[in-house]
């Protein structure tokens, strides 16, 4: 019996309006590689950061090496030894990789440092474990995948016992990949036990050993490697409880088209985008973190420089340069981030829902008209019932759901045609969730056309009638909302242009 | 087909709905840093006046608004461009340009008074629109393009006027521009000043510009996103500073009867801390123009009040260093406790 090394039990973690993580538990062996996987919004990553002491647990044990440990921040992590490689990297550009991984610990003599000391440290660690890196290369000049690996270096550095990646290959080439899952190999060999988070299901026969999923912050079950199937783990995601739910029938009478995006390519990652909205239509873009749905919305209406591609509005083709471009089009555009992207928060809640409308309310001289202005907020704070003790409370102090609905508020003032949720109801809770829902097939059904980009299938599949499905940068494939499923949203969702074993269903 | 909620249940979420504090007592918060620089001024007005006999009497109060005129019509202008998140260190030395061409286009060019002084106003506007285009559209930092914008106005007024004070000895009616007085015992620049307050008040709170000019402050990439088009909006609130450097150009030209090309280097500093003093945000998104004029009438009272107190000019500077770091400590403070 493999030795075990880390042991988590009955996890649970809540932030305001949302239960992030319930009664959560998964075990680590020595040198194991254990795949973490769920849908976006499952509880990987806060899982992830309570293990790595950037959130607090509210409940649960964790133990290390059989030793219960309280893990209280990010030094103690790395003190016991769990080291965390996010996403996003973490690394100071200008600076070598050698003063990268030993940064905070640089080997000194008196005032001065030691660089040669450094340079042969890291070439030691880089050597041990057969990376061929110059430490003395600067990072910046480095390709993604080689700074992955100082991560990694840096990480291992800690003389880490655990070491956790999260969605290490998402901006990886396959031979990259492949690199880098020797590497985790050899890990495994020198007994560290690495946590994987992936959203690629090609990845996991390769490289796990056993696989968890989780679902809405809850603890679904493990597969260990000879019973691994890819298509068992995306039921064990999406579950299979929620076929049928109320959902929108797409026979219904069919509006002409108001948005027609064609080739729409992007030097980063959009790659021939094309697509048609209907008046009246919800059109859901579903994919997977990083799949482009967002930079699709943002090249549309011109927060993005675009490399080629066209947009028609009602059949004529436009010029959107700039956001600004766009809303005089009738395109209003919703962040996913609210608080940074969507919402003045020092601001109150009249300024931010006369945000886009504010030439409404001017005279030829430039003052603003106050009192009507003011008027247009309150009505839409009643109907659209945002609770607030009035449209002069700073907007920082409202529940997430009642941002969302000031920011709704913002385009219906506006007057917009054309819709483009990101999120919708990302944060808010579930009763908050409803009434967006609520609110978008009202919005419909007065005409308007919605797009809708939501990383929660029973979201999509509730609301939407037709569905995108996005991936790398491409779309994947667009669904009726009577054809479609989770799971066949899934499937299009994961095909990353790699050859898929698991297509026929 | 019937609306009931999905069968999904991540369980047991909370429904909190944080509705703190109303509207009246973050309306409070806001006014904290006025009030308490308001306090400031009178406490300073109380001290001086039992600290010297002379200090409260009209003839120096009015001195203290005549010496807050120039310092003070600068700060409203920076005002605006403080309030996006920007910065504005042109003004110093863009004032002494525009008192410079106001000195060539009325002494060298002999042009009509009215033309002259709305040509020295128009130099100011030039830099600001200068200064909004290389920051809007160019995307230059506002502290780099302002800093060389004040290096070059700071060239051209010696270049221009070849290192030669521009004496208006001969241009009838310029002087009372600043030191006349159409209202009796009140020099027509403390006038001028309270005029553009007053009217700087009201673009920024009634006008779209000044809606605009705090969505930007508050977050500019909401506000780029909601269509505003913050390149145009951001070009016009410098250009608008500009015009305020312009007129403290003339302003100051006809209070010394003269333009003077080494004059200006420093000016800026004052009028920053002026604001900021004021209760103006340096990282955007809040600040009000009574603060700003309050804050520019507590940097020339304490200057006024330390020099009849006999204080070394040496010693002034010092307090008013001091007074800086106080204001921006409180509002710091002030903000960290909003934040948490």
Not at chain 1, 247 to 255: I, L, M
Not at chain 1, 269 to 280: H, I, K, M, N, Q
Not at chain 2, 28 to 47: C, G
Request: charged letters at 20%; glycine letters at 10%; aromatic letters at 6%.
């Amino acid at each position: 019996m493999p030795t075990q090394l880390l042991a988590v039990h009955g996890i649970s973690k809540s932030f305001p309006g949302v239960q992030a993580l319930k009664d959560v538990q998964f075990e680590l062996n020595r040198g194991e590689v254990l795949a973490l996987v769920g849908e976006n919004g499952a509880g990987k990553s806060s899982l992830m950061k309570i293990l790595s002491g950037i959130y607090t647990k509210d409940a649960g044990s964790i133990s290390l090496e059989g030793a219960e440990v309280d893990i209280d921040s990010p030094k103690t992590a790395q003190t016991l030894g769990i080291s965390i490689i996010h996403q996003e990297m973490n690394l100071m550009p200008h600076l070598t990789i050698a003063q990268n991984i030993y940064i905070g610990r640089e080997p000194r003599g008196g005032v001065f440092l030691r660089e040669r000391a450094l340079n042969r440290k890291a070439t030691e660690l880089l050597q041990r474990l057969g990376i061929a890196l110059d430490p003395r290369e600067v990072v910046g000049n480095l390709t993604v995948a080689k700074q992955q690996m100082v991560e990694i270096a840096k990480a291992l550095s800690f003389d880490a016992k655990v070491l956790i990646m999260d969605e290490p290959t998402s901006a990886l080439t396959e031979s990259e990949t492949e690199t880098l899952f020797r590497l985790i190999e050899g890990l495994k060999q020198r007994g560290t036990g690495v946590i994987y988070i992936s959203h690629r299901m090609e990845e996991l026969r390769r490289i796990a050993d056993r696989v968890t999923v989780l679902r809405d912050g809850q603890y679904i079950g493990s597969l260990e490697k000879h019973e691994l199937d890819i298509t068992r783990v995306i039921d064990m995601m999406v579950g299979r409880h929620l076929e049928e739910g109320a959902r929108p029938s797409s026979d219904r009478h069919r509006g002409d088209v108001v948005l027609r995006v064609q080739g729409l390519s992007t030097r980063h990652l959009l790659d021939d985008v094309s697509f048609e909205l209907r008046r009246g239509e919800i059109l859901g873009f579903a994919g997977l973190m990083g799949a482009g749905r967002t930079e699709v919305a943002r090249a549309i209406i011109g927060a993005d420089p675009i490399d080629s591609g066209t947009v028609e509005i009602n059949g004529k083709q436009v010029r959107i340069s700039q956001p600004s471009d766009a809303v005089r089009h009738g395109v209003g555009y919703l962040s996913e981030d609210r608080k940074l992207l969507g919402l003045l928060l020092e601001q109150d809640v009249n300024s931010n829902i006369l945000l886009a409308s504010l030439r409404d309310y001017t005279d030829a001289l430039g003052f603003v008209h106050t009192p009507k202005g003011k008027q247009k907020s309150r009505e839409y704070v009643k109907s659209l019932r945002i609770k607030t003790p009035s449209i002069a409370a700073t907007t920082k102090n409202l529940s997430g759901g009642n941002q969302q609905k000031v920011v709704i508020a913002k385009w219906l003032a506006r007057d917009c045609d054309i819709l483009i949720f990101d999120e919708p109801t990302r944060g808010i809770d579930v009763g908050a969730k409803e009434e967006i829902y609520r609110l978008l097939n009202d919005l419909v059904a007065q005409g308007k056309s919605i797009i809708m980009i939501s990383s929660e299938l029973p979201e999509v599949l509730r609301l939407s009638h037709r569905i995108v499905v996005m991936a790398n940068g491409r779309i994947t494939g667009v669904l009726e909302n009577e054809d479609a499923s989770q799971a066949k949203i899934m499937d299009h969702a994961t095909r990353m242009g790699v050859e898929k074993e698991y297509s026929s269903r | 087909m019937n609306a009931t909620p999905v069968t999904e249940t991540p369980a047991e979420i909370k429904n909190p709905e944080p509705q703190r504090g109303g509207g009246a007592l973050s309306f409070l918060r806001a006014q904290l840093q006025q009030s308490l620089a308001f306090a400031t001024l009178v406490v300073l007005l109380i001290f001086f006046s039992f600290a010297s006999n002379n200090f409260f009497t009209w003839s120096n109060i009015s001195g203290i608004l005549l010496s807050t005129a120039v310092i003070g019509i600068l700060a409203l202008g920076t005002t605006f461009v403080i309030i996006t998140g920007g910065i504005d260190l042109s003004i110093g030395t863009g004032m002494t340009l525009a008192a410079v061409m106001t000195g060539i286009f009325l002494v060298n060019l002999q042009l009509p008074l009215v033309v002259g002084v709305l040509g020295g106003i128009a130099t100011g506007a030039l830099m600001g629109f200068v200064n909004g285009v290389n920051i809007a559209i160019l995307k230059l930092p506002p502290f780099i393009a302002t800093l060389a914008m004040m290096l070059i106005a700071q060239g051209l007024a010696l270049v221009i006027s070849g290192v030669r004070p521009i004496y208006f000895s001969g241009v009838t009616g310029f002087k009372n521009i600043a030191l006349g007085t159409l209202i009796p015992g009140l020099p027509n620049a403390v006038l001028i000043l309270f005029v553009l307050a007053i009217v700087a008040y009201l673009m920024l709170s009634k006008t779209i510009l000044g809606r605009y000019t705090f969505a930007i402050g508050s977050n500019e990439e909401a506000s780029r996103l909601s269509g505003v088009n913050t390149r145009k909006w951001k070009i016009m609130i410098y250009t608008v500073a500009g015009v305020f450097t312009g007129i403290a150009g003339v302003v100051i030209a006809a209070r010394l009867d003269s333009a003077q090309p080494q004059l200006g280097v420093g000016y800026e500093l004052q009028a920053i801390a002026a604001v900021i003093i004021g209760g103006t945000s340096l990282l955007g998104g809040r600040g009000s123009i009574m603060g700003t004029l309050i804050g520019a009438l507590i940097m020339s009272v304490l200057i006024n009040g330390l020099r009849i107190m006999s204080i070394q000019t040496e010693w002034q500077n010092v307090v008013v260093g001091i007074v800086i770091l106080v204001a921006v400590f409180t509002d710091s403070l002030r903000q960290r406790r909003s934040a948490s």
